[in-house]
């Protein structure tokens, strides 16, 4: 064999050793008895156990659509030393790493923290993503909150107005309001096609079409269908695209157009994540919830799981305690909260939570305190939850329908 | 007896034949350059071959989602025309095919018109007049293009934003001018933030083309009678025509596929191209959909190269025959002159300043609004103790360093390869110039130029994603960035290959190999020493573009992988606008002293550009 010959030869060997190499890999059973995840769950949770194996395991990767995720992470490390490497891929874009890495079969994460109905509907099902409730909440939790997933916060989408604009309050009160002239080009709103929570508000107001087409009624008389779909919520899609709306990359930004300071004739939101309302605080925004008809918050859903073959998975658990909170809050009975939330009693208390605890997210914890300039979501708010069934079954007929009609 | 006569002499001619083939198979790989060549074969087959396989396979059968939301009837994998159903005869089309594919060419063609006369009318001031300065302003006018295009498209929001998107105001509407909308977002943007950075890629050919062409022959047509015109028409313009059409090609093809650009300009108006569709398909789960888009975007792209090639025919080059070195005469354009002059320099002045300083001030303004009261630090080097990205610094947050780290590697390493690896190519395909073989490396590493670089992302993304065959699963490692650069880089690398493997004497390496020199020692001491200011052309257009991609890796970072490009996108898209743009000037000025540092250090120049 001349030298050509043989480098050849040893290069098949490598590929060859590289193959064999791979295919010794850990099977789900054999993960899940290490995690002690899925059936074989410990009944009781021995929590001094978990922070003595989660602080033997090193740096724990988390994939969060929540940027407040980092300072979690740091009160994380004050409190454990567990140092947590935290990366805020947007709502879709965790969970398609997280079942991309699946289906390479490289675990690089631990904890999966975002919202979406793939993640009840595919991650959950198909054994991608495992639901780990701590015991120290459980009792509070009701049961949809917990099963299939575990929620960690339900977020609140809202129509933002300019109060600076708008003095006397809401400029609009009706939802059909937005595809009015007078709004024509000033509805703006994160782009769909790129935004999950945005997708699930629209899907949502499909789902709701007839109390859409009640409110219609109320205040324009008959409904004339014009976007090819006798439904009423197809029909508001259809509309406010008709009234060329402003797409936006982030609720950030959203949130900043409508609710700068100083602006003329400042936009008005679609559905957005009212979060964004701690703005007015950081940034000097002037953004307020307007209350319509027939609906003023709609209820999002973020939930917390451990990712399957997560190489990290008592501190994985250790992290969901965090996040989740103390139950403290509605054992003393408390029902609001005086900031400061992260530091005192307050941050002893809220743990983990502290970062969402604040307007526009909940604790999903029964008796939960509200933070300070919160929204109620007693009547006479008008509240709709998501249906995420619905919204996995119809979602991609929306897409569809939002992307014939110029969206 | 005739038979047996017959049987016997077959007989003989199969062992001969078996004989002769043997010692031809021996002989062939006792060629080092044939070995070498089968290897490249080999390679390209899984870089460039199979990618395209996977496209095609994978715009015609069913993924989960199809399955598990659309088509319960169906199997994962099973063949199908759903997805060109969906874009070609649905309600879809104009959506997603039509529109997006109607804008595209529309800013292709739109940055064609003015990119390559921009570049052309350049080139000659720069060659063939009496300019003062021209080093300097040929220098200079080649920074546009070592600045990412998507950079000129955050600059330009930076500087037109108005109030239809409200919020604050951009630069133009704090001054009190009001902007209007098509100037705004949408296509005329787009065109002109693109044409920035594509003009000098028309001003290195063609001015390649106008320094190596005698002007004697222009003067011989003016001395036989023809009038100015006519020389321009008869002998200017032929002659300038090979350069003119590869600037074409190149721009053309690379505006065809880009992302950022229209990513960032169109959303406001809704403006979409078959890039942006693409991007969309692929993040919602229908990578169907985009994978047939993508098979769109290949043809439109290969149609282009065809027809210039046909018009062009064979006269891709001119050589002028004559004992006589060329001579440049320069056209005096006396009273001019200087005005010209000023001209030029303000015009690269404001292509290369106006975005960099305006993208420095919004980050430096606490409102992103430009009120120059309210200067601050704070998305640099970040306010009192606040170290996450949303609020941070960039210069403190360890995301932004390691991503900076990961450019850099990436970078070095991929340009790295990919000279080498030029080298090689260009080695298999000169030594067996005229084979089979060697036409079909030329060929497959051209191939890359006509796939759009996100959809040879999204390619990428679905074949590592993972393990196959004896290659293991590359999804989220940095091999798979590296890879897909070199990949993409093979158009321009092999030619730079073949053309420094060109000017080196066979009779070189045939004297060391008859002299029984190893074929090691012979590519050590004497190819690649001789290859060697090729190679370095080619690393060097290959660290920068490396360092200033968005389009190729947007779909293939992790988190873990993540480069300083993707995480600026990232950071737009969420609204993080003067971190964005502080991230922005960090690559501008990371790929500016890259250059700068390995012009000095090679001596080398950018024209190997066009491939």
Sequence with gaps: MNRSGKIVAAMLGVLLLAVTVSAVAETIDEWLQRAALGDYGAEAQDWDAIIAAAKEEGTLVVYTSSSRTFLAGDSFWDEYGIDAQIFDLGSTGSLSKMISEYDAGRHASDVIMTGGSEYVFRAIPEGMIYTFVPSTVADYLPEQYKSPALFQRLSLGGILYNTEANPDGPPIDNIWDLTTPEWKSRVTLKDPLTSESTFNYISN??????????????????????????????ELIYRVLKNDPVLQSSSENVAKAVGEPGQENPPISFYVGTSKLTLNQTAGLVNAIADISPVDVQVGETYVGISAFAPHPNAAKLWIRWVMGTPEPVELGLTDLIPPYHTGENGRMLQGFSPWFGPGNANPMLGYPKAQGAISLDPPTQVWPLDMEFIWQNALDIQDFWLINGG | MRDSVGVYQEKRTVGQGLKKMFFRVQRWLSRPEKIMGLILVAVLAVLVVIPLIQIVVGASTFSYSDVARRNPDSEV???TIYHWQRIMASPLTPALLVKPLLHSLAIAIGVVLVALPLGSLLAWLVVR???????????????????????????WFTVFKNSRIGGSPGFLEAMGVSVPNWLAYGYIPIVLAMTIHYFPYAFILVSGAIASMDSQLEETGRVLGASQKTVLRKITFPLMLPALGSAFVL???KALGTFGTPAILGLPVKYYTVATRVYH???????GTAYALVIFLVLISSLTIYMNAKVLGVRKKFTTIGGKGTRVKTTKLGRARIPVAVLVFTFIGVCILAPLSMLLLQSLTLHGDFNLSELTLKFWIGGQGEVYASDGGILRDPAVQASMWNTIRLSVVSALVASFSGLFFGYAVVKARGSFLSKLIENLAFTPYIIPSIAFGGIFLSMFARSWGPIPSLYGTFTLLVLVTVAK???YTSRTGISAMMQIDKSLEEAAYLRGTSWVKRMWSIIIPLGKSGMMAGFILSLITSMRMLSLIILLVTPKTMVLTAMTY?????????????????????????YFLATKLGKSKLEHIGG
């Design chain 2, 281 to 287: 398909s692929i993040r919602n789960g229908n990578a």
């Design chain 2, 570 to 594: 990232r950071y737009v898209e969420q609204g993080f606008t003067q971190q964005a743009n502080a991230i922005a000037v960090l690559i501008i000025v990371m790929t500016l002293s890259g």
């Design chain 2, 251 to 253: 721009i053309f093809s």
């Design chain 2, 77 to 79: 994998g099973a063949w």
């Design chain 1, 205 to 234: 107001l499909v789902n709701h079409h007839e109390e859409l087409l009640a409110a219609y009624e109320l205040e324009y008389g008959t409904l004339e269908y014009t976007g090819g779909r006798e439904n009423a919520g197809y």
């Design chain 2, 129 to 155: 007049t009496d300019l003062p300065m021209k080093k300097l302003m040929g220098n200079l006018s080649i920074i546009p293009y070592v600045m990412p295009s998507w950079v000129m498209a955050l600059a």
């Design chain 2, 489 to 491: 880089r093979l158009p």
